[in-house]
């Protein structure tokens, strides 16, 4: 047997270990590699339990600002899934004036005085657009100061052999040469729901809720369906197609719908001569422009009263944020968001789920044999997010938000196909 490569690395930010389940997978196939982590540090703990639980360590929640890094062990490799809270679209975007989104100089100044031959870095695919393509320029030009020849692209985890829409920005730095991510291999089919979708009955959400999703799927299917109020489409539930907040008739689901349409007009704001948001509440004359039903006025009452509709002031933005104008006129606007409800998407078994959010992923509802709706599981959340079923998950903490922000360890795998 010929001599081993040793690889000594750092896993920063290491959330659950998805860097190092993909180091690990990579190792079993290039025998001719020793990889060793050296260091590893997440200021979460419930994330860091379940990294101590499945590699053997005992770390315990840290902040990577508080790293010495004159006390860091020397290594050849450093691995980062840095925070995207500051960069992510669902985000307040603050980028490098939040705390979170100033990680990247923590690693750059790692990187100066360390000097790894290898970086991989990961975050969502919005750090490339945002301020006009400011961030990522800034990452590049500083990293190229320590002399790194830094690549990136946004992969999909969904062509690494995982049934789960993610797609994130992997960037890669080496002070020896360009890596090429042209060189990647993807797999050649891809993996849907049902391959990890447990048969288990019950139902975790409410009774009454999940009772109508029932009835409503034994009736047309709802595979792939969304439940929201604020949006439409051919495949979107609303709490009034389910009279889930009180029986109405066909006429108050009808205003119900040309409501949440008109809503999202700009012409409202020119007439009114305010600024325009997303979503304007509408007045009873406003109402009245497209519905002319001699029992308005009734309607909108009863669907005040049952919580279809409120009756709230304008808003503007002030700071990203929407605030309400006091002093403003009133009008009716629809009550509930997305995350009203106890599930928000339905998915379908013959496709793939969407991206897990720390704040989504919860939303997401499975039905069991047409009789049983429920969210995923640990184990299902795992296998879609490409971890092992014999991966450790303790009782006491939040999968949802674990399994949200993890790093995919199958496409790890492929990148340091093209790397080593």
Not at 46 to 52: P, Q
Not at 298 to 327: A, F, P, R, T
Request: aromatic share 10%; hydrophobic share 35%; with cysteine.
């Amino acid at each position: 047997m010929g001599k081993k490569n040793i690889i000594k690395y750092v896993d920063l930010c290491c959330g659950i270990g998805g860097f190092r389940l993909g180091i690990n997978e990579f190792q079993k196939t290039h025998s001719n590699y020793k990889f060793k982590c050296v260091y590893a540090i997440d200021i979460k703990k419930d994330a860091v339990d379940c990294y101590n639980l499945n590699f053997n360590e005992n770390l315990v929640p840290n902040d990577i600002f508080d790293i010495d890094i004159n006390e860091l062990p020397d290594f050849d490799l450093l691995c980062c899934g840095f925070p995207c809270q500051s960069f992510s679209s669902a985000g307040n975007k603050h980028g490098f004036n939040d705390k979170r989104g100033q990680v990247i100089f923590k690693l750059i100044e790692i990187c100066s005085i360390k000097q790894p031959q290898t970086i991989i870095l990961e975050n969502v695919p919005n750090i490339i657009t945002m301020l006009n393509g400011s961030i990522i320029k800034k990452i590049i030009e500083e990293f190229e100061l320590l002399n790194y020849h830094l690549s990136y692209k946004i992969l999909n985890s969904k062509d690494f052999g995982v049934p789960q829409f993610r797609e994130r920005i992997y960037i890669i730095g080496s002070l020896n040469k360009k890596i090429k991510f042209k060189n990647i291999k993807y797999f050649d089919n891809n993996v849907y729901l049902n391959t990890c979708i447990e048969n288990v009955e019950y139902t975790d959400i409410n009774l009454r809720f999940a009772i109508k999703l029932l009835k409503l799927h034994e009736k047309s299917g709802i595979y792939g369906y969304k439940i929201q109020d604020k949006r439409g489409g051919d495949k979107n539930i609303h709490s009034w197609d389910l009279s889930y907040f009180g029986k109405i008739n066909n006429k108050s689901k009808e205003l119900m719908n040309q409501i949440l349409l008109e809503r999202r007009k700009k012409h409202w704001s020119e007439e009114k001569n305010i600024i325009w948001t997303d979503g304007m509440p509408l007045t009873f004359n406003d109402i009245k422009t497209f519905n002319s039903d001699k029992h308005l006025q009734k309607m909108l009452d009863n669907l005040v009263e049952l919580g279809y509709l409120k009756l709230e002031h304008y808003k503007k933005v002030i700071n990203g944020k929407k605030q309400y104008i006091k002093n403003s006129e009133v009008g009716y606007n629809i009550c509930r968001g997305k995350l009203s409800f106890p599930i928000t998407k339905i998915l379908d078994p013959n496709n793939i789920c969407p991206t897990l959010t720390a704040t989504d992923s919860m939303k997401l509802g499975i039905i069991i044999n047409n009789n049983h709706i429920r969210k995923l599981t640990m184990k299902e959340l795992a296998q879609i997010s490409g971890f092992p079923i014999t991966f450790i998950i303790p009782s006491y903490v939040n999968i949802y938000d674990l399994f949200g922000n993890t790093v995919i360890p199958s496409v790890i795998n492929a990148i340091l196909d093209i790397i080593f």
